[in-house]
């Protein structure tokens, strides 16, 4: 899910000029190495892919909520891999509406959000005719409810995203729209800033429950992920910074499916971001974009992701 802020509605005189920032949590949403299975996988998490979406909740000011409105949010990715044996890209799309509203709960903010996915993946393995493609909806990922709070330059947000099957699946395809398994990603996102608001240090921690498969009897197991981010601010409306993710499978997988699953998956990945803030027309548009080179990725070939997100209030 990706929040966008102004400080919401309890900031300081320090805070007040500071322009909307994209932050990530926008899954937030799910696609990772998300619908693809290659039978050189090792075994660990089905198909070595998983709901968790590295570098999503790694954006600008990702524990920060909007003040009350509806937002539009969209996020744009692409992702590549590929090795001597095959080559996997998926690109896609998730045009999203999120909702700050004014209720406060435990004096914080309360806020719901909708991430729809549509998306566009294919597989092929060179010198042969193996060249499979897949598009349409992927599974789109909820946050029922999340609560943020501020104290001075200090920020914190408190949500559950639930990740929902949406996107096509059969067990006998090689490649898939969805995981086919519900799953419950557990967040915080917090964010520090320094007083002057050049200095940003961000990071979500989330831990992810996986539901088992019910075509192939396999569950995931548990899964814990960090994102984080340090930016700067030369200017007000402009930001550069370091943004990377840590994923790490903490428990077996499980179900009669998931015999011989012994390795627990693990990736990370690292790479710079950008944000810019302009008001076109009368209306406030931020944009973000980063690259995340993937590494010590042990259950599927590492690869690269290209990411764009586009967010304003209606």
């Known amino acids: 899910m990706a929040w966008i802020s102004c400080g919401y509605c309890h900031k300081s005189p320090s805070n007040s000029s500071r322009p909307l920032r994209p932050s990530a949590l926008v899954r937030y949403l799910l696609i990772a190495a998300l619908c693809w299975h290659h039978p050189s996988v090792t075994r660990a ?33 692409y992702y590549t891999t590929q090795d001597s044996q095959y080559d996997y890209s998926i690109a896609f799309d998730m045009p999203s509406i999120l909702h700050v509203s004014d209720l406060q709960i435990l004096g914080g903010a309360f806020t719901v959000g909708m991430y729809p996915m549509l998306l566009r993946s294919e597989y092929s393995v060179p010198s042969s005719d193996i060249d499979t493609r897949r598009g349409g909806f992927g599974d789109f990922y ?19 995203g639930v990740n929902m099957p949406t996107g096509s699946y059969r067990q006998d395809r090689s490649l898939n729209a969805g995981r086919n398994y519900w799953s419950l990603d557990n967040n915080a996102s917090l964010t520090w800033m320094s007083g002057d608001g050049r200095f940003e240090l961000s990071m979500n921690i989330g831990y992810m429950l996986n539901s088992e498969n019910p075509a192939t009897d ?37 179900g009669s499916g998931a015999a011989g699953a012994t390795l627990l998956s693990e990736a990370n990945t690292i790479g710079p971001a950008l944000y810019f803030n302009q008001k076109l027309g009368g209306q406030e548009i931020m944009w973000s974009a980063k690259w995340l080179h993937e590494f010590d990725a042990n259950s599927y070939t590492a690869g690269d992701y290209v990411m764009l997100h586009t967010f304003f209030k209606f």
């Not at 570098?55 to 990715?77: H, Q, R, V």
């Not at 609560?147 to 947000?157: A, K, P, R, T, V």
Request: charged letters at 10%; hydrophobic letters at 35%; zero cysteines.
């Open 218 to 254: 396999y569950r995931t197991g548990d899964e814990f992920h960090l994102d984080y981010l340090l930016g700067y601010y030369p200017i007000a409306n402009f930001g550069i910074g370091i943004n990377g993710s840590v994923y790490r499978q903490v428990t077996a997988d499980s």
């Open 142 to 160: 909820v946050v029922p409810g999340g609560i943020s709070w501020q104290w001075d330059n200090f920020y914190l947000f408190v949500y559950e």
């Open 45 to 77: 998490s089905e198909g070595g892919g998983t709901s968790y979406l590295p570098g999503f909740y790694g954006d600008f000011g990702m524990a920060y909520i909007t003040e009350p409105g509806t937002y539009f949010n969209n996020l744009f990715g």
